[in-house]
């Protein structure tokens, strides 16, 4: 009887545990693969030895397909279109040149839930792919790769096709995803971005902003600390994605644009209901748009970081720059570098800065988060829970929010990952942490960097303001 009592109690406790692990892990980005095992080398050498030899051009010329319907626009680039009303979605393409003989077309949109439990095991996914506006599309299967929180609607989607033409060789006038059969007559047709493989980057820090401005966003002081920190770091570009801002940040916007700072891209989501719930789709598709960011700068900007506005990945120790920050955290020869979280506290509770509490500059006009919140909690979240990269766009295959999921080519991703210990750098995230048991201490570190931010800061609201006065 003590032992059946015994056993009882030990998996009441157990389901316990379990079902608070598993709510705990609802929280958490994961990588999830459907239908296909995602690694395209594979992929390709099974289709092979099960005897699927059908080239694109055979397929192709099995389509009645005779050129693009009439009723597709002329591609567009940045824009979302339908695959299958209420399914499937896709923003943009990109030809990827890293196989070498062949070109692989990365896809990026997004699906729901729903079709990655299994039931749909049976669907194909097939790119159609238009050299021109006349003539035959030439086929190919497409890889479909998703992730997301399990909790959400609609996840990340990104579709991989292998086209038997050279990079070097390959130009076309769009793509277009249809289901199943790979003969359907078309619902979308996106642009393709080719990239060139080159070793001459013409940037060497491209730092996305890692969610879309959101509708009505006018916080023009975060903005321009934002931008100003990242560029004493290192960043010499800039890329939004814009989902129906405030006009209020305008001016700003149109100032960085000139200097050739920012890039500016639109994000109009497809109309899936409610885009600004996160169990609908987290942070405004974040995980497409941080792909779609690395893909898009790939070969022209040599590292890319994707952070919130509310985020810095700082620089410690003896360090000015990122580029220092990883050499001396010894993560020189890696071509990716992840940095702890750190949350600052930013509400009333938490008491600001002697310092700048009662300068009117940095308190009041300038607004400038990083120099009068210096309550850092002391607890700092381990690898890589709530970490941000600094990749180098060429080894990217597939990105997470939190780290690279899958590295170009390499099975083992943890080789090319380098953990930044904390004497070397952090990220800095200026968010009230949630739970309760936060121990403040005070991290000042910031003020090291008071002069320069106040400086560029105060340049720019001023040149901004001196521009409008003058319209
Ligand atoms: C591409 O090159 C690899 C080796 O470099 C080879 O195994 C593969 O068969 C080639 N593919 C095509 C389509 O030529
Ligand atoms: C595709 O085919 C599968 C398996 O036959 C089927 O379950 C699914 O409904 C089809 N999907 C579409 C969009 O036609
Ligand atoms: C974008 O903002 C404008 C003005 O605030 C509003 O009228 C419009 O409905 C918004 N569109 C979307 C898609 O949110
Ligand atoms: C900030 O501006 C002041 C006044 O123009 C200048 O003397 C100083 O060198 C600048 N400091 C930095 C770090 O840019």
Redesign the pocket.
Known sequence: MQKICFWLLVSIATVIIMTVLISWERHQVSGHLYPYEYDIFDQLARRRNGGDTTSDIDRSSRCPLHSKPHFLDSPTPNKWQVVQERTYYVYSAHADPRMGNVTLIRLFGIMPLDRSDGAYQGETFWCQVWINAHGKPHIAEAFLYNQGHAKEKYLSAQWSCVVDISPDKFSALGVSLVVNNSCNEPTNLLSIHTIRKTDGYSKRFTICVGGALK??YSNYHQLVEWVEVNRIFGADHVVAYD??S??IIDPYVNYYKAAGILEVIPW?LPNIGDVNSFSLIWNLGQITLINDCIYRNMYTSKYIASLDLDEFIVPYGRSGSWLEMMNNAGCGNKPIAIVRNTFFGISTKWPEDPIYEHDKLVHDVLRLVTLTKTKQDKYVNSFPKRSKFIARSDVVDTAGIHNIKQVWAVKNRDLFVCEVELPYGRLHHYRDPRWKDIEPIKNAFMHKFAEEIINRTSKVHRDVIWLQDLQ
Request: aromatic share 14%; proline share 0%.
């Open positions: 509708r009505e989902y129906n405030s006009a109009s």
